[in-house]
């Protein structure tokens, strides 16, 4: 009966019952014990059939990656079974996520950023803790820094370890005989040279989507770090700031460079992501700053060109650059949900590394998984072949938004106005630390 | 004069007898409405459950800094940062200029075609009706259709001008053209709208007019000048007014076509609105809906006065 209301059509009494029913899970939560074993498989005998609505992003490797593991655990436990809903991507997105937390209206699980957007989903009052999952222990420490909000845990990984550098296409690379340039110096030296060699744009940029024109500030937070550890955490209390100089300022200021050099193609201020990946994928187009999620528009839509594309991290002005990378998204539960227990049960299943090996089966490999035990296979595409150095070596960092809750919503508008010489390095800077600090007084940080 | 003053007072139920005891019924009349007061009740808790409480508890939201579970009361601090930050208070001027572009060419481009579409031309209905149907197409469909059009390198727009050897502009993405180009769509789209309202005036307009006009040795600009334009005044009065709270309020195609970009350049009040919801800064989006609220109400309502006043006089 409960399952009618759900899904019929008397929302008014759904609302009701599914907030009054959240209200119960809240407070069963808080219990030190709670009764009956919580997300053990010996649980499922004793559940009766659920069907878990499950809210994803559109993205092509996030659906593939959750079809995938349903399926898999519904060919497990017949008894569960889900109902995938898709969400549009970016702000639209973020939107519809808050609303339905907030309104109570969230599906049973959901998939979303980590890091910064996680913490702005305010956690503690809307999501459900699962501190108490067998597997917990398996999810690597970098990534429950970026789903933990208060102590509690609240996700789990799903996809891999992101990076954000430059793609660049291999061919015209070896033609050139150039070299991957691990300094901003040699990268505007091998765009001179593309330049002068002849049609290909040295620097692809893509300002028809927006959030593609960040990659040059965000992408070069590990050369931040690199010269200031303690950056992020001098930003999260206030004490510096983008406009103070370099080196946090240097992300702008070298997209300023990239464009006064008249090195970005001409289409910049027009094209879309998937116009970006294919130039750089066909040789229109030497480098394109991208975060290395792009692999699989490379793969879907020039799958014969996925071994010409390679990847370096962000040159910054030191040399020897680290590559910044991004957490994988998790997946999360809402406290309203009515099904805890089989909710939990999945997640459990989803820190394994069986389901790591789903997802590579699914998607293939685009990068390294945040839960022990979880391999990748021999032949990786040459982007996650040109990754794996730097995470072997260490010589990565996280990105900004998973070392401070603080990220200003008119980053994209900004890097898209210094990247088209609308607007200066350093008054992009000054604007965007402006842009922020509504974000920390939002979140009621101190010192703001 | 009792049985006029009855009248008028309960004009609005002309079904009642009139004729028994004038004077009582002029009493009652003046402190009683024909109808119950639980008759207006349902009405009215709709209209103050959705409309005034909003309204109210809005304005004092925009002085708080909130979220669906709690707020913090802020004073003017979000209205301080709307008008302190340069790419909210920058908003605000793309809002003025876009509402005054549309509304002004959409009062002259629907008035020169109401009167073309007026005369006795050939195929007069159906061009009337090409005229008024981008109305019909949904805002977020003409946005989406002219962003392809527009399209500096693909779009028709500048293919066809790469015929005749014009390097056309990024119409959408040259940071000093992308208003202007949005704001043409919206008159493109809307002017069907003043074109029919002027239609209708033009044809309320008596022909003894411009039959004794003519006696007197008119000519056909005379005639438009000295008759159609004064006996227009009511559907311009209409045109203008709703045109200007489309513009200042306009949001779909701007959202559609540039997103408010390049940068910030084509952001209006109503596309700032929406994105510092987006970011979650409620607080402030709500203090952008009362400037919204409140620039609305400063420029449309001396303007309706004015309008009416001069009709009045007339």
Redesign the interface.
């Known amino acids: 009966m409960p399952f009618r209301l759900r899904r019929g059509a008397y929302a008014l009494p759904a609302v009701f019952a599914v907030s009054a029913l959240g209200l119960a899970a809240c407070s069963s939560g808080g219990d030190p014990e709670p009764s009956g074993s919580a997300g053990g498989a010996e649980t499922t005998e004793a559940m009766e059939p659920v069907e878990l609505s499950f809210l994803v992003d559109s993205t092509e490797t996030t659906v593939g990656i959750v079809e995938a593991l349903t399926a898999a655990y519904t060919a497990e436990h017949p008894e569960v079974t889900f109902a995938i809903e898709e969400r549009p991507q970016g702000g639209d997105g973020d939107n519809i996520v808050k609303t339905r937390l907030q309104t109570g209206e969230m599906s049973d699980l959901f998939w979303y950023n980590s890091g910064s957007l996680f913490q702005a989903l305010a956690p503690t009052k809307t999501l459900l803790a699962i501190d108490d999952l067998p597997n917990a222990g398996a999810i690597s420490d970098t990534f429950k820094a970026g789903v933990t909000a208060d102590g509690s845990l609240y996700g789990v990984p799903a996809g891999t370890a992101m990076g954000g550098g430059v793609m660049y296409n291999i061919p015209l690379y070896e033609e050139l005989g150039l070299e991957i340039p691990t300094s901003w110096d040699e990268f505007m030296a091998n765009n001179q040279a593309i330049l002068d060699a002849g049609d290909a744009a040295p620097v692809i940029q893509t300002f028809g989507e927006t959030w593609t024109s960040q990659l040059f500030v965000l992408g070069d937070f590990a050369n931040v770090l690199a010269v200031d550890p303690e950056w992020a955490d001098k930003y999260t209390a206030n004490e510096v700031k983008y406009a103070d100089g370099p080196p946090a300022i240097d992300g702008f200021t070298h997209q300023q460079e990239v464009f006064e050099a008249g090195y970005l193609n001409k289409d910049f201020a027009s094209a879309g992501f998937a116009d970006g990946v294919r130039m750089v994928a066909s040789g229109e187009g030497a480098h394109y700053p991208m975060l290395s999620f792009a692999l699989s528009e490379l793969q879907a839509n020039s799958p014969d060109d996925v071994a010409n594309v390679g990847f370096f991290a962000m040159p910054g002005d030191e040399g020897d650059s680290p590559l910044t990378t991004w957490l994988s998204a998790g997946i999360y539960a809402p406290a309203t949900t009515e099904h805890a227990d089989a909710v939990k049960d999945f997640l459990n299943f989803v820190a394994t590394p069986e389901a790591c090996d789903i997802q590579t089966e699914a998607v293939g490999a685009q990068g390294p998984y945040f839960v022990d035990g979880c391999t990748l296979p021999d032949d990786v595409p040459q982007m996650v072949a040109d990754m794996l150095p730097y995470f072997d070596a260490g010589n990565t960092q996280p990105a900004l938004e998973f070392l401070s809750p603080i990220k200003g919503p008119a980053l994209e508008q900004i890097t898209v106005e210094v990247g088209s010489g609308i607007r200066s390095a350093e008054d992009g800077a000054a604007l965007y630390d402006k842009d922020v600090e509504k974000q920390a007084q939002q979140l009621g940080l101190e010192g703001w | 004069m009792t049985m006029t003053t009855t009248t008028s007072q309960t004009g609005s139920a002309s079904a009642w007898p009139a004729e028994p005891e004038p004077t009582a019924r002029k009493r009652r009349g003046k402190k009683r409405s024909p109808y119950p007061m639980w008759f207006y009740l349902p009405a009215a808790i709709i209209y103050i459950g959705l409309f005034v409480v909003p309204t109210f508890t809005s304005f004092y939201f925009s002085l708080t ?1 909130w ?3 709690d707020s ?1 009361f802020v004073g003017l601090e979000n209205f301080q ?1 709307f008008f302190s ?3 909210l208070f920058q908003s605000l001027i793309h809002t003025l200029i876009y509402a005054a572009i549309t509304s002004g060419l959409k009062v002259v481009l629907g008035l020169l075609i109401g009167v073309f579409l007026s005369s006795q031309i050939i195929a007069r209905g159906y061009l009337r009706s090409v005229v008024f149907f981008p109305v019909l197409v949904s805002a977020v469909g003409v946005g989406v259709t002219f962003s392809v059009l527009m ?3 693909d779009g028709l727009i500048n293919k066809s001008l790469a015929v005749f050897g014009i390097e056309g502009p ?1 119409w ?4 000093n053209l992308a208003l202007y180009s949005v704001a043409f769509v919206d008159v493109w789209s809307g002017v069907g709208i003043a074109t029919l309202i002027y239609i209708a005036g033009i044809v309320a307009i008596p022909q003894e007019y411009f039959e004794a006009a003519k006696v007197d040795g008119a000519n056909a600009v005379k005639s438009f000048w000295n008759i159609t334009l004064p006996l227009m005044r009511p559907a311009t009065t209409t045109v203008i007014i709703l045109s200007l709270i489309g513009g200042l309020r306009s949001f779909a195609l701007i959202w559609t076509m540039t ?7 084509s952001d209006v009040l109503a596309s700032m609105v929406y ?7 409620y ?2 989006s709500t203090a952008g809906n009362v400037v919204l609220f409140v620039l609305v109400a400063v420029i449309v309502v001396p303007l309706f006065w004015f309008l009416n006043r001069k009709e009045v006089d007339q």
């Not at chain 2, 994105?275 to 800064?281: E, I, L, P, T, V």
């Open positions: 800094r979220t669906i579970f913090e940062t930050e340069p790419f399209d500096p390198f990024g959408l993405t040259d940071p997103n408010g970009g390049p940068g910030f350049s994105k510092q919801y987006q970011a979650g800064f607080g402030l």
